[in-house]
């Protein structure tokens, strides 16, 4: 249910409501605009009438929210989410590019592309430390001490960085060496591992699950705006479809969806979707174009080497040509992308 009250509702008459409200058992989420206050009430509100609410003067209309989402949902929180990583903003007018090889491998390897995708604009950097694969004979990623290496590239640097979370236990580890948890496509359901994100202060990047819909996906958004952490930025990476030709197809239709039911920021990562490099490119103008708010891309500085994902990893040079590209297009749609 939501509350909107009118212009000119006094604070005291605001607070009325919300202890009215709270000593009813339900949990209030409040959002505060330039004039208007808005209530998100939260709980079974099923028995409650809304139209009994009317008797205060001091409300403007009441209406039901049909969607199972409620925090995440747009209609609680009008203007769009702007998350700040270390002074880098997630969700305002300027689409940022967050880039780095699939895995940490080595120092050298993180030393060696850092300043060049940092060159070419981005400006977060991503790695993953403990990697998701298919086999249990696949490259597993460096763990601790790979999350240990990008923690302190990031640093010297001066890139914030993210990283793939998988099990609970290694929290601690993420909240000293990341700036922003990811949440993996394989983990977006993961409900224990959602709740435990959902009580830290450190934005997460959740990517959609390979087979989710969009209401699934902004539910798992719920369960970590539930534990209290409202730092979510929407990562779509594809879906499975019948196609072949591409490792996911690109859901491009989300990022205008997601825009329209959520307040939350949405990046696309074209390498998982497309699983080749050669594709890249396009799949990252379709997004900006479309309105996603940033972009995360594999750069690796020698993909024939790399120990994962080599196929759908750029070269520096064509990730600067991307970059160039891409804010062109951002450009035409009245955003910057620098
Ligand atoms: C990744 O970003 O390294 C990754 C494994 O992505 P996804 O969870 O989208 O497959
Ligand atoms: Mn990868």
């Known amino acids: 249910m939501i509350i909107k009250f009118k212009e000119k509702a006094k604070p005291e008459e605001i607070a009325l409501l919300r202890d009215v409200l709270q000593n009813q058992g339900f949990s209030i989420h409040e959002s505060t605009g330039t004039l ?7 709980g079974d509100t099923s028995k409650f009438d809304p139209n009994s609410l009317y008797v205060y003067d001091f409300i403007e209309t009441v ?3 049909q969607e199972p989402y409620k925090q995440v949902n747009r209609k609680f929180h009008p203007e ?3 998350i700040n990583v270390k002074g880098v ?4 007018k300027n689409v940022v590019a967050l880039a780095g090889p699939c895995a940490v491998e080595s120092l050298e390897q993180m030393q060696s592309i850092a300043p060049l995708v940092k060159a070419a604009g981005a400006k977060i950097l991503r790695a993953g430390a403990y990697k998701p694969r298919t086999s249990p004979y696949s490259f597993q990623g460096l763990g601790e001490k790979g999350l240990k290496i990008l923690g302190q590239i ?4 001066s890139l914030p960085v993210v990283s793939e979370l998988m099990s609970i236990e290694d ?8 700036d922003i948890i990811q949440i993996g496509a394989r983990n977006m359901q993961n409900f224990s591992l959602l709740k435990e994100v959902g009580k830290l202060d450190k934005p997460v990047l959740l990517k959609r699950g390979m087979a989710n819909t969009i209401e699934e ?4 958004a719920e369960y970590i705006f539930a534990g209290g952490n409202d730092k979510v930025i929407l990562c779509d990476r594809g879906i499975r479809t019948f196609e072949t030709s591409t490792r996911n197809t690109l859901d491009i239709s989300s990022i205008p969806v997601l825009k329209k039911l959520s307040h939350l920021p949405v990046i696309v990562d074209p390498s998982h979707a497309a699983g080749r ?3 890249i490119e396009s799949m990252s103008r379709a997004a900006v174009a479309a309105g996603a708010d940033g972009l995360i891309i594999e750069v690796h500085p020698d993909p024939e080497k790399a120990l994962s994902d080599g196929q759908q990893s750029l070269k520096p040079e064509r990730f600067s040509t991307l970059m160039q590209s891409c804010r062109l297009v951002a450009g035409a749609i009245g955003r910057t992308m620098e």
């Not at 903003?89 to 305002?92: A, E, L, M, Y």
């Open 36 to 42: 208007i206050t808005l209530f998100g009430v939260i």
């Open 63 to 65: 209406l039901r929210v």
């Open 80 to 82: 769009d989410t702007i």
């Open 89 to 92: 903003q997630i969700g305002g």
């Open 154 to 157: 990031g640093r010297e640097y």
């Open 171 to 178: 929290i601690p580890l993420f909240i000293e060496n990341v």
């Open 217 to 220: 996906w902004l539910m798992s």
């Open 277 to 279: 490099w050669e594709f």
